[in-house]
């Protein structure tokens, strides 16, 4: 199980992530949620620095993370992760705006785990981000915690 | 426009060449010249270019022609000049040749020593062969061959008196010659024969030195035209020179405008796949938040909700999704008109088929009788001619909803060798002919929001397609009995 496992949100946009949290809630995972801002706040969290410090240690069970960020981007965030063996195993799901296909292909190119657009309408809204909180956040099983090298 | 002020600088230099021995022709010639500057001003840069040239050319050959004349006249002069060489010297053989023989007869007649009658006998063997000679080399000077005919004959009269003289002293001795032997036999002859030779000498000559001063003139005259000629030709290469340099620059000016064209549209195309694709990420979100927080308020004041206010929380929602669906058939739309186009054979019977397999869930609880005959095979792009099928398809199957069974029917009609038409018909609410050329316009609709749903892109993107393939597209309908929309592919593939 991985109850302890927290699910790292990158969403700048507070209303965004309001709903995002509204719809969590829902399914009582909320309080799992840890809220980046930007980009370079999930970098902060990942390597534990800034106000993430001093934070428990190990890996959240899955990012969730938007394209358009200020400072860092999400497919910047996401080559980033992708290209640190240990950080490669962490789920990231791309939750974006753009139905761009270039987005998409580069996304997956870098090696981005699922990637969802985030439907106009609420409702829709609402259920994918509670389904895709409850399969990455409860139902999957995320990679083992490895020999990780503490920073 | 530099390249305009170049082609106009080009034509003067040949205009002037082909005009200007127009205009000096004579004073009265102006309204000529007048005449030719109006044609000249009436035609093309290719007819100035040719007739420049052909001017050119026309004067090339005529100085060829007359630089020719004059150097056969110059060889006829020389060759006539060696006759009258040789006429000269013969008429001075002559002259001294009769002279000798008047003279030796003479101390013959009155010495009776037989070699002073060499010379005689001499001439009198000669006189033949020079009577030839004479003919020959005055023949074509009808005045010198008078001569000569005179000459011919005062010779013979003076042979003869010099063999009579002969004849009597050897019969009678000195005393009946004495005379003679004193005077001469032929001496008045020997006079006419001195003057005539004269006369012809004075004559040759005079005909001599006129040759020469023909052949100075015709010499000159040919170094001025040859001159002349040069210079044409020169004119003409530098033309030609000129021309093709035109040519070569302005093909580089073409080509410099045609890649900063490229340039532009292609800067153009980017800023607006920048554009499209800021309103499709930014344009979303506050549509998201609006119907969100909608939801979320309902959610919050649900007890107290009243059915107004439950409405316009719905009229809200609606609102925001109607946008949401506005943006993105409108980048679909954007998206159509700039995607790189596939060129292959698709198959319209599977396109079709697959097509209604995705239509299923739509036609649950309808009922409609399908007739689909069997379609051609058609040059394009396999995903766009599905979208172009599926929005007209989906299009017969949403406006035959009020009828208890529709009746759609797909096929092809009329095709030529050059273009395949294809067709959708339905028995559905059709419309009004005359509203016909709005049909495939951008969000343009027929029809109530209320009574069919849609954003009114669907046939701007057929169109959009079709266009694309080189088609063309129309529709005919009766309002109340259903609609036809008519696809026309061309069978040969044209990018655009």
């Known amino acids: 199980m991985n109850m302890a496992k927290p699910i790292l949100l990158a969403e700048d946009n507070p209303r965004d992530a309001e709903l995002a949290l509204a719809a969590m809630e829902e399914e009582r995972i909320s309080d799992k949620v840890i809220l980046c801002h930007d980009g370079a706040e999930v970098l902060d969290y990942l390597y534990c620095r800034g106000r993430f410090k001093s934070r428990l240690k190990g890996n959240p069970a899955v990012v969730f993370l938007d394209l358009k960020m200020p400072k860092v981007n999400g497919l910047e965030v996401l080559r980033t992760i992708k290209a640190d063996s240990n950080l490669r195993p962490i789920p990231v799901v791309m939750l974006t705006s753009s139905r761009e296909e270039r987005d998409l292909a580069e996304s997956y190119a870098l090696g981005a785990n699922a990637y969802v657009v985030k439907p106009v309408e609420f409702h829709k809204f609402l259920s994918a981000v509670k389904e895709l909180g409850t399969f990455w956040g409860l139902i999957n099983e995320p990679p083992p915690e490895s020999s990780r090298s503490t920073h | 426009m530099e390249s305009a002020t170049n082609q106009q600088s080009q034509t003067p230099l040949l205009a002037t060449e082909g005009t200007k021995p127009l205009a000096d022709v004579a004073p009265g010639a102006t309204a000529f010249y007048r005449v030719a500057v109006a044609w000249f001003n009436r035609m093309t840069i290719e007819q100035r270019v040719l007739t420049g040239f052909s001017l050119v050319f026309v004067g090339i050959l005529i100085i060829s022609a007359i630089s020719y004349r004059n150097m056969s006249t110059l060889l006829t002069n020389s060759g006539l000049d060696g006759r009258s060489h040789d006429l000269l010297q013969l008429l001075g053989t002559i002259d001294v040749t009769m002279n000798e023989a008047e003279d030796t007869h003479r101390r013959y007649l009155v010495t009776g020593e037989t070699s002073y009658l060499e010379a005689y006998q001499k001439l009198v063997k000669q006189k033949p062969a020079f009577t030839v000679y004479l003919n020959d080399l005055t023949r074509g000077s009808p005045e010198q061959q008078q001569r000569v005919g005179v000459l011919d004959r005062m010779m013979d009269r003076q042979l003869n008196a010099e063999s009579k003289a002969i004849g009597l002293f050897q019969q009678e001795g000195f005393r009946s010659v004495k005379k003679m032997a004193l005077e001469g036999a032929g001496r008045r002859e020997l006079g006419v024969i001195h003057q005539l030779i004269a006369e012809m000498d004075a004559h040759e000559r005079q005909a001599v030195s006129q040759r020469v001063l023909e052949s100075a003139a015709g010499t000159r005259n040919s170094i001025v035209l040859l001159g002349i000629g040069a210079v044409l030709q020169l004119v003409l290469l530098a033309s030609v020179y000129y021309l093709i340099r035109h040519d070569i620059t302005e093909r580089r000016h073409v080509a410099e405008e045609l890649q900063h064209r490229g340039e532009l549209l292609e800067a153009a195309n980017k800023e607006l796949e920048a554009f499209s694709y800021s309103v499709s990420h930014d344009l979303r979100a506050p549509l998201r938040h609006i119907d969100g927080y909608a939801a979320l308020l309902r959610k919050s004041v649900e007890q107290s909700l009243n059915e107004k206010a439950a409405r316009y929380l719905q009229t809200i929602s609606d609102a925001a999704k109607q946008m949401g669906q506005l943006i993105d058939d409108l980048l679909v739309f954007s998206r159509m008109g700039r995607q790189e ?27 409609i009788s399908w007739t689909i005959a069997a379609l051609p095979d058609v040059q ?38 050059s273009e395949i038409v294809l067709f959708v018909r339905d028995n559905g609410v059709g419309f009004d002919m005359q509203y016909a050329s709005k049909l495939f316009g951008v969000f343009q609709r027929l029809h109530r929001a209320d009574e069919f749903e849609g954003t009114g ?7 959009r397609i079709v266009h694309r393939h080189g ?20 069978t040969r593939r044209t990018e655009s």
């Not at chain 2, 186009?341 to 009922?367: C, E, H, P």
């Not at chain 2, 129309?474 to 036809?484: F, K, L, S």
Request: proline share 4%; no cysteine.
């Open chain 2, 341 to 367: 186009m596939l060129a292959t054979t698709v198959n319209l019977d599977q396109l079709v088929k697959s097509i209604l397999a995705d239509l299923r869930l739509d036609l649950q609880g309808r009922r």
């Open chain 2, 471 to 490: 088609g063309r597209t129309w529709a005919e309908g009766v309002p109340d009995r259903g609609a036809t929309f008519y696809v026309a592919l061309p």
């Open chain 2, 380 to 417: 394009g792009d396999p995903a766009m001619l599905r979208q172009v099928f599926m929005n007209l398809i989906a299009n017969a199957v949403k406006f035959t909803s009020t009828r208890p069974t529709a009746t759609i029917e797909i096929g092809a009609e009329h095709s030529t060798s």
């Open chain 2, 457 to 463: 892109i669907g046939l701007a993107n057929v169109r």
